[in-house]
């Protein structure tokens, strides 16, 4: 596992993210898709956000990404999905037809982070630190 860095944290945050096209319509084919993975590329670069994996599919987005701690996943789909509408419906004539409303995405998104453990992993760890605690408190207090 790599790690990533900035100036003052050391982390390793990873997102599923999934987004639809508004009415779920098969318009991200051809040439439309190949320019929304530049867009996003761009975007997300912009952002350090690092893209482990991505596939665009007709009515459709999956990536899987690694993101910065100061950047929440909501600013992070208002950049994307904002970003790559304006683009795309100013772009492509047909997409603007299609899209009469400025919307090219629907409403929403699905994100689900990743990790190398569990959630068991990280709940027995916590419960071997050098704490003494109540039977009954979950989050324990060194020295209490």
């Not at 100036?7 to 991200?28: A, E, G, N, P, Q």
């Not at 530049?38 to 690092?50: H, I, N």
């Not at 400025?102 to 068991?120: I, K, M, P, Q, S």
Request: hydrophobic content about 35%.
């Amino acid at each position: 596992m790599a790690y990533r860095k900035s100036s003052h944290s050391v982390y390793d945050l990873k997102y599923h993210l999934v987004w639809i096209t508004k009415y779920r319509k098969r318009v991200l084919s051809g040439a439309v898709g190949v320019r929304l993975r530049e867009m996003l590329r761009e975007t997300c670069k912009s952002l350090d956000v690092y893209i482990e994996k991505g596939h665009v599919s007709a009515d459709h987005v999956h990536m899987l990404v690694s993101v910065p701690p100061h950047l929440s996943i909501s600013k992070l789909m208002q950049s994307i999905k904002g970003r790559s509408s304006r683009k795309l419906l100013g772009e492509y004539r047909h997409l603007k037809k299609e899209y009469w409303g400025c919307h090219l995405w629907a409403r929403g998104y699905f994100a689900c982070t990743t990790g190398n453990v569990t959630d068991e992993i990280i709940k027995e760890y916590i419960a071997n630190q050098e704490v003494e605690r109540d039977r009954d408190d979950e989050f324990g207090v060194e020295g209490e």
